[in-house]
């Protein structure tokens, strides 16, 4: 049974910096692509940040500068640090990874439950 559980959300204020990490548990054999996506009430949910399995990054226009992704791959954990947070940046945060589970299985998309990231005064 493979699970992605977030952790790390919470409440800050803007300028502000808050981490928040991945843990995949369950039996994964390869990663294609980890990343980090957001859901704000009445929006659609959007990438945020995205890294590969020999670690290139790419992110949101709206993060370039001010969001980090970084993975632990062996240990199949991937974070997500932001900085200088602003209230646009609210939203429900979702970790992704696109993974394979072995002989037989076919890649596949998993989802963590979401952790809240609030940025307010």
């Known amino acids: 049974q493979v699970r992605l559980v977030e952790s790390g959300g919470g409440f800050v204020q803007p300028g502000g910096s808050l981490n928040v990490s991945c843990s995949a548990s369950g039996s994964i054999q390869n990663i294609n692509i980890l990343g980090w996506f957001r859901q704000a009430p009445g929006k659609q949910r959007d990438r945020v940040a995205t890294i590969t399995r020999s670690g290139g990054t790419d992110y949101a226009e709206s993060v370039k500068g001010r969001f980090t992704i970084t993975s632990d791959n062996a240990n199949m954990r991937w974070n997500l640090q932001m900085n200088s947070l602003k209230p646009a940046d609210t939203a429900v945060y979702y970790c992704?990874?696109?993974?394979?589970?072995?002989?037989?299985?076919?890649?596949?998309?998993?989802w963590g439950q979401g952790t809240q990231v609030t940025v307010s005064s």
């Open positions: 992704y990874g696109n993974l394979w589970l072995g002989p037989g299985t076919p890649w596949r998309d998993f």
